[in-house]
Nanobody, 124 residues
């Protein structure tokens, strides 16, 4: 299993960034996929998840600003982040729960495969 994130960087409050996660080594179309983030000194938190049939879930803190999507033909997961806020600053991780088309609650313990992360920094 390999998950490789890209697209992180620095931006200003109110701006946008798009993260991508290239997946390989498993049946992507049958996996629940998710984005988590972890800020310094804080626990890893779920940001958004998406099931095999494109049913999304979002953390309350990002609803209306972030959009998760998946391309099962390209084995790629995306996170479009709009109206960024300084509190969105964190390392963002792509995660997979294999063989679970429907997604569980966004708790890190439910996801067994992780990428290395991509840093997002938002300045005010």
């Amino acid at each position: 299993v390999q998950l490789v994130e890209s697209g992180g960087g620095s931006g200003q409050a109110g701006g946008s960034l798009r993260l991508s996660c290239a997946a390989s080594g498993f049946t992507y179309s049958r996996a629940c996929m998710a984005w988590f983030r972890q800020a310094p000194g804080k626990e890893r938190e779920g940001v958004a998840s998406i099931s095999y049939d494109n049913t999304p879930r979002y953390a309350d803190s990002v609803k209306g600003r972030f959009t998760i999507s998946r391309d099962n033909a390209q084995n790629t997961l995306y996170l479009q982040m709009n109206n960024l806020k300084p509190e969105d600053t964190a390392m963002y991780y792509c995660a997979a729960r294999l063989g679970a088309p429907s997604c569980p609650p966004m708790w890190a313990a439910f996801f067994g495969s992780w990428g290395q992360g991509t840093q997002v920094t938002v300045s005010s």
